[in-house]
């Protein structure tokens, strides 16, 4: 490895795609390395230490899921993953894989560049300074943005980068309903509305570690964090 250069893992069994990703992603400048099954994955992973994965689901020996818990559970990448179908990413989400962006096939080498460098951007952004220094508590929910944890009944919750943002932007507008679009592009960096599902997975994946109740559904509209009482 070498340098300053940003290192992706590009982890994809199927040899053109692969080869597709890997070459867009070294002619914008990333290092890049390639794996095709799940155990050469685990090891690149741990062997070159990516600052990003971009993770196929179906894989020869393990699946993207179980190399993304294994990646995880020694030490913190980002992960997007590549799935086949929209309700695949939400099957996914909802199994709280810990990707923290999804993008369907198939896709446009612009779209995972761009989404590439968004997670990268919104990983790598310091913890901003809540307001008032401490943490703000919503229901059972507590919540400090400068150290970017989340607790609930007292016990801390691992929340993925982007389920933190997700929840630190509804906190910082609670009672007001933001749309899907809004949503996408507060907190995913993204200007083009296409891919609300992910708002979707991801609220789904905040309400299964934090609460039913804690995120309102506006039908037709979008999502708001109920007011404190
Ligand atoms: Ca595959």
Request: charged share 30%; glycine share 8%.
């Amino acid at each position: 490895m070498t340098g300053n250069e940003t290192r992706v893992l590009v982890v994809e069994d199927e040899p053109t795609i692969a080869r597709a990703v890997a070459d867009r992603l070294v002619a914008e400048g990333f290092g890049v390395e390639v794996a095709g099954d799940g155990p050469s994955a685990v090891e690149r992973a741990r062997a070159y230490e990516p600052h990003l994965i971009v993770l196929d689901v179906m894989l020869p020996g393990f699946d993207g899921l179980e190399v993304c818990r294994r990646v995880q559970a020694e030490r913190f990448v980002p992960v997007l993953m590549l799935t086949a179908r929209d309700d695949e990413t939400d099957l996914l989400v909802g199994l709280g894989v810990g990707a923290d962006d999804y993008v369907t096939k198939p896709f446009s080498m612009r779209e995972l560049v761009a989404r590439i460098r968004a997670v990268l951007r919104r990983v790598g952004r310091p913890a901003m300074d809540a307001a008032d220094g401490g943490a703000v508590r919503v229901g059972e929910v507590e919540v400090d943005e400068r150290a970017r944890r989340v607790r609930r009944d007292g016990s801390e919750v691992h929340l993925t980068p982007t389920e933190f943002d997700l929840l630190a932007c509804l906190l910082r507008n609670q009672g007001t309903v933001l749309t899907r679009a809004v949503l996408l592009e507060q907190v995913w960096d993204w200007a083009d509305a296409s891919g609300t599902r992910v708002v979707d997975s991801h609220v789904k994946a905040l309400r299964r570690k934090l609460g039913q109740e804690l995120i309102r559904t506006v039908h037709g509209v979008g999502y708001s964090l109920e007011v404190a009482s």
